[in-house]
Every structure is written in C-alpha cells, then in structure tokens.
C-alpha cells in the first residue's frame, strides 16, 4: 500500500529551530512536497525535492533521500505567524500526490 | 488575481439531498482537482481532470460526479448527500495537464455538513 507517515504534533519556542519528518512509501517516486496550512485555511505551496539533498529557501529548508524514502521540513528563526499544519505529499507513479495528515506545529513564545 | 475560488463557503445539507459544490480558476491552468480533507486523514483525491473535458476517478470517487466543460469551471455534484460526506472540500487546479509534479494551488475551501 501506499503510506505517508509524520509526527501528528510538535511544539516549538519562538526564535528557535524545528524539524518536521516525513517518511513515505509508495508505488513509484515522482518528488515530494511539503505544504503549509494555517487553520480554516487552505494549503499552500512550500516546496518540492525530486533529486537528493537539501533545498534551502529562507528560513523553510527542505530535504530529500529518495533510497531511505525519507524527507524533512526545517524551519528556522521560528515566528509566531509558523505555528500551522505542515504536510507531506509524495507523487507516485500515476503521478497522483499522496498526502500525509499533516503537522500541527505549535509556536510558543 | 482571484486564483480559485470556490463556492458556498459553508454548508448544511439534509441527508438525500443533492448538492453542487462550484470551482472556478482563471489561471488557465490544464488539470483540476477535488480533494476532502477529514481530521487526522490526510487530503484524499475525490476525481481530477487533466484537461478540459475529460476526468478521472481519484482515490475517493464514490457518491461524486464532476464535469469539466471548458478550462476555468470543475464542479463537483452529490447526487444523494450521507453523512459519511460530511467534510471540508478544497478544489486545486496545476498547470501541467496531469504530469504531476507541477505545483498545486487550492481554492479556500467548501465546509459541508450533512444531517
């Protein structure tokens, strides 16, 4: 089957650094997203990795290993305005996106 | 730019009714989808379209139908609403026309409860 699997939950403090792990498993690879919802809002769009390594973007950093079927979401300098839910998405061979429940990342100050 | 819009808003339905969900982007974007978002699930495809008319069953198509007339319009029917559709609806449209690795952009969303 088909599985994306992240921590349900973290809470961070402001100012701080934080990662979010997301590991997969599916029928073919295409790349990985990581999206980013606030709440009663809708998804948007963080970052994709197809090839392996570290894609740096702000203070949103973004990694991939294709043969651990393993990516994560880093985020740096934390702000209050972070606290949301982060989710994971892989593209399968159909090039369909399969999507983890998704982070809720707490803020603290 | 609106990017996608969807409507209602919200809404609360009586079991057996039917319902049409509406989605419009004026990106001109190829493909189009229909997600469901339920607590602790991860967002589950309902039917997608890869190009103005044709589409394609998702993951979760039971219960939905979809039509895709011209490029800017993908709404979504329930023909007969069960409680089991109770859930938050986000339309996305990416401007590939079904390759899957373009970027997907999501609509606010429609809340629906049915009784």
């Known amino acids: 089957g088909q599985n994306i699997d992240q921590p349900t939950e973290m809470t961070a403090t402001e100012g701080a650094i934080v990662q979010i792990n997301c590991t997969y498993q599916t029928s073919g690879f295409n790349g990985l997203f990581w999206y980013q919802q606030h709440a009663g809002e809708a998804p948007t769009f963080l970052s994709y990795n197809v090839l392996d390594g570290l894609e740096e973007k702000g203070r949103f950093s973004s990694f991939l290993s294709r043969s651990k079927g393993y990516s994560y979401l880093l985020l740096k300098e934390l702000q209050m305005k972070d606290s949301a839910s982060y989710l994971c998405?892989?593209?399968?061979?159909?090039?369909?996106?399969?999507w983890g429940a998704g982070t809720k990342l707490i803020i603290k100050p | 730019t609106a990017g996608i819009t969807q409507a209602p808003t919200s809404q609360i339905l009586a079991a057996g009714r039917s319902m049409t969900l509406r989605c419009t982007q004026d990106m001109r974007h190829n493909a189009m989808y229909w997600y469901r978002q339920d607590l602790g699930l991860g967002l589950r495809l309902i039917h997608y379209?890869?190009?103005?008319?044709?589409?394609g069953k998702g993951e979760v198509p039971d219960g939905y139908s979809v039509s895709r007339a011209n490029t800017d319009d993908f709404p979504l029917t329930l023909a007969s609403a069960v409680p089991s559709q109770t859930s938050v609806y986000f339309c996305a449209s990416s401007e590939t026309t079904g390759g899957g690795t373009d970027t997907q952009y999501f609509g606010p969303g429609t809340r629906l409860t049915v009784l």
């Open positions: 379209s890869n190009t103005a008319g044709t589409t």
């Open positions: 998405a892989a593209v399968n061979s159909n090039y369909q996106l399969i």
